[in-house]
């Protein structure tokens, strides 16, 4: 349930249904405008729903009460009436007209290797360093990330290079660690339904890059963003990476409409990862463009110097070269729908 307060309403008509809610075993989660404040009723109504809607009609400052339908309550483009904009540090954001640029290679090295491809990304055009601290492989005896270290030297790149970091969390016991050092946490496709986890980082205030599972539905993709709205750090950006299908020449199946799907459904951010989406260097450019055209708010890509000789992931990451190039074409794009990268 959604209830909207008009312009003139008082903080004491917002504490009395926040009062009724709390009364009735609901949360309410409050979210204020310039003009308007919106509550959301979260729980178990226990068969009051409609006799909750019609007390709550009749409070004062109340303009509007929504009945939401779908399970996902703080996502949903109901509760929140304007695109949400994440900022993610040193004016850094994601949302908004600017569609934003996140590079890097898939997992971090050396501090030598990682200098020479912040560089090269930060010359382009990315204002958010992407790099792996912590990494899941299928083999237990594939390299598995530097771990704090690796994070010490991320964390160092992205201040020299004026850059925002983002780093994937695999593990609760991770989440102190990687809150440390880096910007942003990353929840993979493997992880988006640890829900452990989603609460965890929901109890952090760091930004959340929330990736679509390899077999999750556009639901499946919400709820799992409701749990970390639900425990109050709103700061979450969806990113559509692929999912499995029967097609084998990619790595994964790039769900293109994925992006205004879920613009349709919620106000969170929206971004792309060719890279993953198709494992393979000579679609990623075609796809990262196809997504800016869609209305993804940002493109997430992998950069290595020497693919060859990358511990992680080499074979689907773009030279700094060919980055930059990409680059040119998607500011080309952007601009012809309207939006902007600098």
């Given at each position: ?46 068969g ?7 007390q ?96 010490k ?47 965890e ?18 639901e ?62 000579e ?9 800016i ?50």
């Amino acid at each position: 349930m959604i209830i909207k307060l008009g312009s003139g309403h008082t903080a004491e008509h917002v504490d009395a249904v926040c009062r009724l809610a709390e009364a009735e075993g609901l949360k309410p989660v409050v979210e204020y405008g310039s003009l308007i404040t919106v509550i959301c009723f979260i729980g178990t109504f226990n068969g009051r729903y409609q006799a909750i809607m019609d007390q709550v009609r009749t409070m004062d400052g109340v303009d509007e009460v929504i009945k939401v339908s779908a399970p996902y309550k703080l996502a949903s483009w109901l509760e929140h009436r304007e695109r949400t904009v994440v900022d993610i540090g040193n004016n850094i954001r994601v949302g908004g007209q600017e569609v934003a640029l996140i590079a890097g290679p898939c997992a971090v090295e050396s501090a030598e290797r990682l200098d020479d491809i912040a560089r090269d990304v930060r010359a382009a055009g990315a204002t958010i360093l992407r790099g792996g601290a912590f990494k899941p492989r299928t083999s237990p005896y594939s390299f598995r990330g530097g771990g704090e270290e690796a994070l010490k030297i991320l964390r160092d790149t992205g201040l020299k290079y004026g850059m925002a970091t983002v780093t994937e969390v695999m593990d609760t016991r991770q989440v102190p660690l990687v809150e440390r050092y880096a910007d942003m946490f990353q929840i993979g496709a493997r992880n988006m339904q640890n829900f452990n986890l989603l609460d965890e980082v929901g109890g952090t205030n760091k930004p959340v890059l929330l990736k679509r599972g390899m077999s999750a539905t556009i639901e499946d993709l919400l709820m799992s963003a409701e749990y970390v709205l639900a425990r109050g750090n709103r700061s979450v950006v969806l990113c559509e990476r692929g999912i499995r299908t029967f097609e084998t020449s990619t790595r994964n199946t790039f769900d293109v409409s994925a992006v205004p799907n879920l613009h349709e459904k919620t106000h969170l951010p929206v971004i792309v990862d060719p890279s993953h989406a198709t494992g393979r260097p000579e679609l990623i450019p075609s796809m990262a463009l196809a997504g800016i055209a869609a209305g993804a708010d940002g493109v997430h890509i992998e950069v290595h110097n020497a693919p060859k000789e990358a511990l992680s992931d080499g074979p689907q990451a773009l030279l700094p070269a060919q980055y930059r190039e990409l680059v040119t074409q998607m500011r080309r794009v952007a601009e012809a729908v309207g939006r902007v990268i600098k």
